[in-house]
């Protein structure tokens, strides 16, 4: 079974610009969410999203959005992109939600911001 | 609000020389303990799920522990190919599943 893949992989950006970011789950898993990893603050819980509703939202500003599809991807999208904003930023899948199930992450996408 | 605290930040080991990391975490009432892996560049990749104190789960060198208030991976007899970012996470009733994670163990086994 493949696992989840994030596009693009690498994503450079100037200051004030906003970014749309991928991320296809595992097939057959409904839930997805998203986080964001940086050195100082390591992995961070911006969103997750089951049956294309937002579950559950973390301590971002409302810069962070995002959304899901009927068949279960999912973006998010940054906009007015700040230096801050440089990190990874790594999706994950689960088969459901509202009950206890592991989380299946991506690759990835390396987001810089300039 | 959830809390997650991994020691120590870094280890350094010789290939066969056993250690653990250690987990400590303050949660509103457990729903889940995560173990994952992470090499530079990449995604965590799943290890374990602890659901209750007193269990244990063990895949391979690596076994883990949780009790109410730690959890711990036991890595028994290392090569340099366990080297990594061993990262832990906890989920809630009170997070709505949301995963909590500690800022993680980097491990280097030297040979």
């Known amino acids: 079974k493949a696992g989840v893949t994030q596009t693009p992989r690498y994503l450079i950006k100037t200051r004030g610009q906003q970014v749309t970011l991928s991320c296809s789950p595992i097939s057959g898993h409904r839930s997805v969410s998203w986080y964001q990893q940086t050195p100082g603050q390591g992995l961070q819980f911006l969103f997750e999203y089951f049956s294309e509703t937002q579950r559950n939202k973390g301590n971002f500003p409302g810069r962070f959005s995002g959304r899901q599809f009927s068949n279960s991807r999912s973006e998010m999208n940054v906009s007015t992109l700040e230096l801050g904003d440089s990190a990874l930023y790594l999706c994950a899948s689960s088969p459901k939600t509202g009950a206890i199930s592991t989380q299946y992450f991506g690759p990835g996408t390396r987001l810089t911001v300039l | 609000e959830d809390q997650v605290t991994q020691s120590p930040e870094a280890l350094r080991l010789q290939e066969g020389e056993s250690s653990s990391l250690n987990c400590s975490y303050t949660v509103s009432g457990l729903r889940g303990l995560f173990w994952y892996r992470q090499d530079p560049g990449k995604g965590p990749e799943f290890l374990f799920t602890?659901?209750?104190a007193g269990e244990e789960k063990e895949k391979e060198r690596l076994k883990a522990t949780l009790t109410k208030k730690e959890s711990f991976l036991h890595i028994t007899a290392p090569k340099p190919e366990d080297s990594a970012t061993y990262l832990c996470?906890?989920?809630?009733?009170?997070?709505?599943?949301?995963?909590?994670f500690g800022k993680g163990t980097l491990l280097t086994v030297n040979p």
């Open positions: 996470a906890v989920t809630s009733g009170g997070s709505n599943y949301k995963l909590t």
């Open positions: 602890l659901y209750s």
